[in-house]
């Protein structure tokens, strides 16, 4: 894999971080809208807009909201609020929701939805959404909702011939800089980096996170 590609950092829920994470050119900057999740975003547009003074987010760092079976007018009115670019689907949301969400949605709003792997079965799932969404995330399959902070078998992927690019997720952390640098796929469009660098839920760690986009 080589740059140019999307990194994304999930899980951002605090002014100042948020900030500081967009200043280390990423991409896409995580925003959960999930209430049982230790990282959802509980400051208003206003008090996140004067947490990051003078500027939210530096010029082309998109924001992405991610949602879990949530209602898609409360999706929406997320997107208007938060000024969203892209909404993340991360539960059991079927392509009909999709079709749906994209209607009402602004146009241009990404959609992203995840894809729990654990074994080769789990690609069939991929094409149900072909023609709904714009990228897939895939990610460690596991029994609570939300990331496992774990690596799921990256192999899997190999046999993936989806028309839709997708993000590769699950547990990166800081040492796996070389194998995302060996991984090779004509479809992936980036990673997604969360709770391997955190100093607490919500945190980021920034040095490690510019330690480890340095190596990329």
Not at 180 to 208: T, V
């Amino acid at each position: 894999m080589n740059r140019p590609y999307i990194i994304k950092v999930c899980g951002l829920c605090e002014g100042m971080n948020i900030k500081q994470v967009a200043s280390l050119g990423i991409d896409w900057a995580g925003m959960i809208f999930y209430a049982p999740s230790p990282r959802c975003m509980r400051l208003s547009p206003e008090q996140l807009a004067l947490d990051t003074e003078p500027e939210a987010l530096p010029t082309g760092v998109k924001r992405v909201g991610v949602f879990v079976d949530e209602q898609p007018a409360t999706i929406v009115r997320c997107v208007e609020r938060y000024g969203l670019g892209a909404v993340q689907l991360h539960g059991h949301e079927s392509p009909s929701l999709l079709r749906q969400l994209r209607a009402m949605l602004p146009p241009g709003t990404l959609l992203l939805k995840a894809i729990g792997m654990s074994t080769q079965a789990d690609l069939l799932l991929c094409h149900d959404y072909d023609d709904t969404a714009n990228y897939l995330l895939f990610d460690t399959k596991c029994a609570s909702t939300g990331g496992s902070g774990k690596h799921f078998p990256w192999q899997l992927l190999q046999t993936y011939q989806g028309p839709l690019p997708f993000l590769l997720s699950g547990g990166i952390g800081p040492d796996d800089a070389p194998a995302i640098r060996s991984f090779s796929h004509p479809l992936c469009a980036g990673i997604d980096l969360n709770s391997r660098f955190e100093q607490r839920p919500g945190l980021k760690d920034i040095e490690k996170l510019k330690n480890f986009i340095s190596q990329l």
